[in-house]
């Protein structure tokens, strides 16, 4: 039976990102921008890839395993939060996000898939795994994974997330993503009070993520080592993007700005992005240019 193995890798303070969006060489108007959610200012994921690539490279030369018996999964289909609590490495918040405990919620998840003749002697055993980690004497450990699997009921009184989301998407009953901006990120038909809320974003949400103390509570230092392991291909396209080049862009040019960042997937239309950018400069001058776009 294979074991997962989750990682994390923290993303940025937001305000530090601002500064490295501008090194970064985006477009940048400091009048105009448009603003990207922080763990996707960098090209994250693809460097989450490319690092458990690299762990795997590792286990294969020290085991003799054959490549294919690694599989490396980042914002995969796989229950990665789910998988990431069972792992130990925190628990499911009121936003819905995994709240690390180094981290808070302030990192990306991903996943190596490790043989099976990897397991150590004293590792868990496939009946462990099925049951949640815990043996027929260890209902307690089984009791507190429940409490990390259900949202917020780690979170105390702590309602910092709900007060800061935007739409309302949080609430007493749990996260509702139809009223979540991310929800709605590459998607038509966003309800106008949601869309309403967008203001300078162009792609992502991370309001409940900053507003976290987990996040707050995380070191800066760990944050900026993730960020120096980052290539500089992966750095693009940077925090900030100019939503005047945005809007009046050809969409070629805009495709081959994103590609290989983390706004160039194909879920993701230029077509959408572009409207962001268009909305965004309406709601700046209060009226739809007389011409149009
Ligand atoms: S991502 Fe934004 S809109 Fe969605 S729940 Fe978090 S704060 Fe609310
Ligand atoms: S902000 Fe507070 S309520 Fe929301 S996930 Fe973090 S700890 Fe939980």
């Not at 003799?64 to 939060?81: C, H, I, Q, T, Y």
């Not at 099925?130 to 309602?159: F, V, Y």
């Not at 996260?175 to 992502?204: E, K, M, N, T, V």
């Amino acid at each position: 039976m294979p074991v997962l193995w989750p990682y994390l890798l923290p993303t940025q303070a937001p305000a530090r990102l601002l500064v490295a969006a501008v090194d970064s060489g985006s477009r940048v108007d400091q009048s105009d921008s448009l603003v990207v959610a922080s763990f996707a200012a960098s090209h994250h994921y693809r460097a989450l890839a490319r690092l458990l690539k690299a762990c795997a490279g590792l286990l294969r030369q020290g085991s003799g395993l054959p490549k294919s018996a690694f599989r490396v999964a980042v914002n995969s289909d796989l229950p990665e939060k789910k998988l990431a609590v069972l792992g130990g490495l925190g628990f499911i918040g009121r936003s819905s996000l995994l709240v690390s405990r180094r981290f808070g919620p302030a990192c990306l998840i991903g996943l190596l898939v490790l043989p099976a003749e990897l397991l150590s002697p004293g590792g868990l055993s496939p009946e462990m795994l099925a049951s949640g980690g815990a043996t027929s004497g260890e209902t307690g450990l089984a009791d507190q994974l429940l409490a990390e699997l259900t949202p917020g009921a780690g979170c105390g009184a702590c309602r910092a997330c709900q007060a800061a989301c935007p739409t309302q998407a949080i609430g007493d009953h749990g996260y509702q993503r139809p009223r979540c901006l991310q929800h709605w990120s590459g998607r038509q038909g966003c309800p106008a009070d949601i869309a309403a809320q967008r203001g300078s974003r162009l792609y992502g949400c991370d309001a409940c993520i900053v507003a976290c103390p987990y996040s707050a509570g995380r070191s800066p230092e760990e944050a900026l080592a993730a960020e120096a392991r980052l290539l500089p291909v992966e750095r693009r396209s940077g925090r900030l993007v100019s939503a005047d080049w945005l809007a009046g862009a050809a969409p070629e040019e805009v495709k081959a700005f994103f590609r290989g960042t983390a706004l160039g997937f194909s879920w993701l239309p230029t077509a959408w992005l572009q409207d962001q950018a268009r909305r965004f400069l309406e709601r700046k001058v209060g009226a739809r240019p007389a011409g149009g776009y």
